[in-house]
C-alpha cells in the first residue's frame, strides 16, 4: 500500500490550496479515504473523510464549508480543495485508507485508519 500526498505550500490567510493523494497497491475502491494532520506539538486531527463510493462525505466542525474532499476512483486519487485558509490550518496533512468492506461509515478518527502517506507541509501566513 502506497499513498502519496502532495500540493502542499505556503500560502497568505484566506488563500486555496488543493492536495492530491494517490494511491497504488491496493485496490482503491475498496477503501474509505480520509485526509489527517498534525500541527506541531498537537495530535493527528481528522479533518474529512470520504466513503469508498464518494456518497458519504464528513468533515470536521473546524473545515466544514471551507475544505472540500473528493475522489476518482478510476485515477486511484482522493483530493482536499481548501478555500478560504487560515493560520490555524497550517500543518503536515496526511491522506490515509480505511478497509471498506463492510463497513458504512466513515471513521472520524485518526487512529482508526489502517495505511498513511508521506504528508504535505501546508502553511498559512498571516
Known amino acids: 500500500v502506497q499513498l502519496q500526498a502532495f500540493g502542499g505550500g505556503l500560502v497568505q490567510d484566506g488563500g486555496s490550496l488543493r492536495l492530491s493523494c494517490a494511491a497504488s497497491g491496493f485496490t482503491f475502491r475498496n477503501w474509505h479515504m480520509a485526509w489527517v494532520r498534525q500541527a506541531p506539538g498537537k495530535g493527528r486531527e481528522f479533518v474529512a473523510g470520504i466513503n469508498w463510493s464518494g456518497d458519504r462525505i464528513v468533515y470536521a466542525d473546524s473545515v466544514k464549508g471551507r475544505f472540500t474532499i473528493s475522489r476518482d476512483n478510476a485515477k486511484r486519487t482522493v483530493y482536499l480543495q481548501m478555500n478560504n485558509l487560515r493560520p490555524e490550518d497550517s500543518a503536515v496533512y496526511y491522506c490515509?485508507?480505511?478497509?471498506?468492506?463492510?463497513?458504512?461509515?466513515?471513521?472520524?478518527?485518526?487512529?482508526?485508519?489502517?495505511?498513511w502517506g508521506q504528508g504535505t507541509q501546508v502553511t498559512v501566513s498571516s
Open positions: 490515509a485508507a480505511d478497509w471498506a468492506v463492510g463497513k458504512i461509515e466513515v471513521p472520524t478518527n485518526a487512529g482508526q485508519y489502517d495505511h
